[in-house]
């Protein structure tokens, strides 16, 4: 429910900045190392996503420092990723380019009323197999988008990502191409060579400068970026036209979900590594929507929380907001006072830093990790990745859930067990006294056993080993005690598809042979159910049981078999007619005397 009081904890406060009168010189040093990291990768991520480097340089400084001041995280740096580029590029060429300012505001209010309706928790339940063959798929589809740029040549339009960049290597002039893969060259040296030099020297933005300046000594004709606005445009709403509204909407869920899960996954990994404390989920959701709105009235791109630059705030030693925004102001700076030599960068230069981009956003810790654990774990790591280069990236999200699903469905059918006990003695009490069982009981016959548990949470006082007094007792119907009564107790968790196994598995350890099969209950009419409506009924009851057994009172169920025919017929009761058990060494409730007009089967 939205209250005030809630919506009050979404909006910035006070204690925001409560450290920031110890830590502010080293957020101001972390934000322009954070600014100066961005500056070529806002550039890379604007021109891969097709939308242009301006609106990657704009979406960095508008929504940074939007997403900075109302953010859920005081460490989280957002603006364009590979991940957002990867999402926009097919978007502009179905769409145009003019489409991306309604996208982006529309996705922004998705991921806004995500966070107000408290949904930010929500997202953290993907399975990390998911998030990862995602990530490994998203890195493979920048590193194939830079292959045009690599050769200097165009992809055929309207490929996806794998075909095309075959295309273009195959049809490469390599005259030209020679050229770009030098640059490129040069610019994958540096990165991989500066670090080990130092730590602190900004490798992406050295090895950008260098690469400018080579070619610029050199003479060496290549693509650049071209002209950029100096100034920022003025702040307009896109026009709504309702068609269009209705063709964009599922490209903006699609951006609002990536959004909304890379966002949480950055402030996760940043709330991990700085001592800034936990990060608020809702209220992260409500930046980063706020900021994808604001991206898209100045011009921009659709924005998230960057874990590369939120990694590298952390570093730099930042420990309030003020990074963050330091971050925007100092590419706010970049965009009036240097779009001149900006302009200048080659394209090649930019393509390189986005390959070593994409080969760092791979963990190969993680995935030895997930390909070495389980089998499911690796084949919805495995399958996620190859959906994802493949064929669509929501699509890739959606079936690696769905298969996750199913693997951890199995893997909770397959982890019920069936424990012999002992026999309780009977309880005190004179026979037939209903007051020696609870007062209702939910039962479960499973051909020759009764499951049952206390609904109201308390066995009766009369009672003082709770379920195994009650299976015990509709055992022996009356103190008739059947010879041959074992009782079992049935531990681990349960869902809907696991009667079958604890059926099997009662079997298995109480040596039958017979099949436990659940009958159904009576249909309305007083008539029996179809045998096919039978098998789905006896399905429903006995994953009803299951987990009533389990969640009313947090104990394990029971259940209690007669192997043998002996003194089971002894027993009447109003019930026995009506009973769907069927021989005569079936533990019946229904014609238990003690409990005949208190016990209620289920039926669910």
Known sequence: MITIGRLGRLLPQRSDYTDLRRSWRADLLAGVTVGVVALPLALAFGISSGVGAAAGLITAVVA??????????????????????????????????????LVTVLAGLLVLLAGVTGLGRAVTFIPWPVIEGFTLGIAAIIFLQQIPAAFAAGGPPGERTLPAAWHVVTHADWSEAVKSLGVIAFVVALM????????????????????????????????????????????????????????????ALAIAALAAIESLLSARVAATMAPTGPYDPDRELVGQ?????????????PATGAIARTAVNVRSGAR??????????????????????????????????????????????????????????????????????????????????????????????????????????????????????????????????????????????????DHPDVAARHARCDGREYPGTDLYRVGGPRHHRDHQGCASRTQRVAGQRRSVRIPA??????????????????????????????????????????????????????????????????????????????VSPSTS
């Open 320 to 465: 309030t907001r003020l990074a963050a925004v330091v971050h925007s102001v100092v590419l706010l700076g970049v965009v009036y006072l240097a779009t001149g030599p900006v302009a200048a960068i080659p394209l090649a230069a930019l393509s390189g830093v986005l390959m070593v981009t994409s080969f760092r956003m791979i963990s190969r810790s993680t995935m030895r990790k997930i390909l070495t654990s389980t089998r499911s774990d690796a084949t919805t790591f495995v399958l996620t990745a190859v959906v994802t280069v493949c064929f669509d990236l929501i699509e890739a999200v959606q079936i690696g859930i769905l298969v996750a699903a199913f693997f951890a469905l199995r893997s909770v059918a397959r982890r019920s067990s069936v424990v012999r006990e002992e026999l309780p003695p009977p309880p005190p009490g004179r026979r037939g006294d209903r007051a020696a069982a609870p007062r209702r009981c939910h039962v479960l016959r499973c051909g020759r056993t009764d499951l049952e548990c206390d609904r109201r949470r308390r066995p009766s006082p009369h009672i003082g080993r």
């Open 521 to 598: 209950p009576r249909a309305a009419s007083g008539g029996h159910p179809r045998r096919g409506d039978r098998s789905r009924q006896d399905a429903r009851a006995a994953s009803t049981a299951l987990s009533q057994a389990a969640d009313h009172d947090g104990s394990r169920p029971v259940i209690a078999i007669t192997r043998s025919s002996r003194g089971a017929s002894s027993g009447t009761g109003t019930g026995a007619s009506n009973s769907p058990s069927t021989g005569p060494s079936a533990v019946n409730a229904a014609r238990c005397p003690c409990t005949a007009a208190s």
């Open 192 to 251: 991989v060579a500066l670090p080990r030099i130092h730590r602190a020297i900004p490798e992406s933005l050295a090895a950008v400068v260098g690469a400018t300046v080579a070619v610029g000594v050199l003479g060496i004709s290549v693509a650049t970026i071209g002209e950029l606005p100096s100034h920022l445009p003025a702040p307009m709403l896109p026009q709504i036209v309702p068609g269009a509204l209705r063709d964009l909407f599922g490209a």
């Open 289 to 301: 929507g706020l900021a994808s709105v604001a991206s898209g009235a100045f011009g921009g791109m």
């Open 64 to 101: 940074g420092l939007v997403a900075a001041v109302f953010g859920g995280s005081s460490v989280q740096v957002s603006g364009p990723t590979g991940a957002m580029a990867v999402v926009l590029a097919p978007i502009v060429a179905m769409h145009g380019l003019g489409s991306i300012a």
